[in-house]
Nanobody, 114 residues
Framework: QVQLVESGGGLVQPGGSLRLSCTAS????????MGWYRQAPGKQRELVAT???????NYADSVKGRFTISRDNAKNSVYLQMNSLKPEDTAVYYC??????WGWGQGTQVTVSP
């Protein structure tokens, strides 16, 4: 079973930036497309960005042009660079495979507030 550990969240002002990291256990990471998800209070978890094993990316319209997903297969890691943050980006952020086939990690809290 793959275990996922997210980090890098925090409190940031609107317009600020954060870089999230996710490290996966196991040796199968490089074969899978990966995704970043988020869940805001009272809302369902949503997929915000994906990256294939080959490095192709896709983004939800709400974050397109502001967020960048990347991966380092040698480190079993996936990253989310978040720029121009808005209050509506406030959520707990999670990583998982692009089809969310693994158990969820603890997530990392991102709070965007003046």
């Amino acid at each position: 079973q793959v275990q996922l550990v997210e980090s890098g969240g925090g409190l940031v002002q609107p317009g600020g930036s954060l870089r999230l990291s996710c490290t996966a256990s196991g040796s199968i990471f490089s074969f899978y497309g990966m995704g970043w998800y988020r869940q805001a209070p009272g809302k369902q978890r949503e997929l915000v960005a994906t990256i294939t094993s080959g490095g192709s990316t896709n983004y939800a319209d709400s974050v397109k042009g502001r967020f960048t997903i990347s991966r380092d297969n040698a480190k079993n890691s996936v990253y989310l660079q978040m720029n121009s943050l808005k209050p509506e980006d406030t959520a707990v952020y999670y990583c998982n495979s692009a089809r969310a086939i693994w158990g969820w990690g603890q997530g990392t809290q991102v709070t965007v507030s003046p």
